[in-house]
Every structure is written in C-alpha cells, then in structure tokens.
C-alpha cells in the first residue's frame, strides 16, 4: 500500500528539518542564540527547503491536516531543539522564562523573512541581529523589579 500524498511529503519534510546532533550549549545567552540563529539559517536556506516552504506555508494556510502534520513532525521538533539551549539560559538567569518564546521569534522571524524575500543574509547580518536581539533582552531584564516576573504589555 501506497502511502498518502501527505504522508510523503512530511516524511520528506522530516528528513530536511530534523535537528542534527544536541541543541547548542554555548554557555552563554549570546552564543546561543547566535547558534540557533544560525541553525536557522542554515535550515532555511538549504536549496530543497527554500524550493518547497513557500507552496507548504501556502497550503498548510488552506489544509489543517496540513498544517498540524508540519507543526507536530517538522515545526515541534525544532522548536523543541531551540527551546533546549534558550532553557539553559534561563536556568543560567540569562532570560526570563516568559521571554524563551519571544527570543527564539526575534531570531528567527528575521532569517525566515528575509530568506523567504529573496533578501541578502551573512554573518554580518545574523551577528548584527544577534546583538540587536541581545540588547532588547537585556533592556528588557533592566525594566524589571528585582525579583519580579517578566512585564506584561500595558492594556493601553
């Protein structure tokens, strides 16, 4: 018996996006999120992912089963695999266990946006975002009472 069509595509899917090897353990906040930048980024501009991701961000818009098959095989797992090194830093005191999920979308929105633009992307540019990100976290730690939780956004 044949597999679905969807099944083989996530199975390909899979094969292209599965996290090789530990997530990164710098030792520090900056070299972490720079290498998960980086894995990003490597990710993404991988020919095979950069031919298929628009037409599978189209359909997963217009197919649930879609888009539930990519997030739990193919998004999951990565997220997962970041979410080890940005966890590490937060145990470190490095980040806010509110902010794991804000840090990993500031690093990676900008590689997947201006890779799936057709925008130039170097080492250059993942440092320079890496920074830009590093003191937006640092900004924001500075904004907290001492021994406070993460601010929430103001209901204004």
Request: charged letters at 25%; hydrophobic letters at 40%; proline letters at 8%.
């Amino acid at each position: 018996m044949l597999p679905s069509k969807l099944e083989m595509i996530v199975a390909g899917l899979v094969r292209l996006s599965t996290p090789i090897g530990p997530a990164p353990d710098t030792g520090s906040l900056r070299g972490d999120v720079r290498a998960v930048m980086q894995a990003a980024f490597d990710w993404l501009s991988d020919p095979r992912i950069r031919a298929v991701l628009p037409d599978l961000i189209a359909e997963s818009d217009r197919n649930p089963v879609l888009a539930e098959a990519v997030t739990e095989h193919v998004t999951g797992p990565r997220v997962t695999w970041a979410h080890a090194a940005l966890h590490r830093a937060r145990d470190r005191g490095e980040l806010a266990a509110d902010d794991v999920d804000l840090v990993l979308d500031l690093t990676i929105a900008p590689v997947f946006w201006r890779l799936t633009h057709a925008r130039p992307v170097d080492d250059k540019y993942l440092d320079r975002l890496t920074d830009l990100t590093m003191g937006a976290e640092q900004q924001n730690a500075g904004t907290r009472p001492t021994g406070a939780g993460p601010r929430r956004p103001s209901s204004r």
